[in-house]
């Protein structure tokens, strides 16, 4: 079974910092783009970044870039999303997806994980 697990979030206060980790298993890691999404209550799925398989190719949402930084260890079967400068409109649940190519569409996206809530208190 193809599983994505993500960990790492939690409670914080405005400005601060969280490093979100996904851990990948049951794929061929290094062979699939992976993508960060992220849905707030009542809000539509949002994407956050998308990363290519060798870490060439990144892509960010309009309201994350500066702030969000997207990376993948392939030895590891692990991607990384560092946010910095938290704030609490980046109150939601984040999910990571694998993909045959980085995309910026939820629908291009084979596999997904549960997720990991991250608040952000003002």
Not at 59 to 68: A, H, L, N
């Amino acid at each position: 079974q193809v599983q994505l697990v993500a960990s790492g979030g939690g409670l914080v206060q405005a400005g601060g910092s969280l490093r979100l980790s996904c851990a990948a298993s049951g794929l061929v890691f290094s062979s699939y783009a992976m993508g960060w999404f992220r849905q707030a209550p009542g809000e539509e799925r949002e994407f956050v970044a998308a990363i290519n398989w060798s870490g060439d190719y990144i892509y960010y949402g309009d309201s994350m870039k500066g702030r969000f930084t997207i990376s993948r260890d392939n030895a590891k079967n692990t991607v990384y999303l560092q946010m910095n400068s938290l704030k609490p409109e980046d109150t939601a649940v984040y999910c990571c997806a694998a993909s045959n190519l980085p995309s910026r569409t939820k629908y291009e996206y084979h596999y997904w994980g549960q997720g990991t809530q991250v608040t952000v208190s003002s």
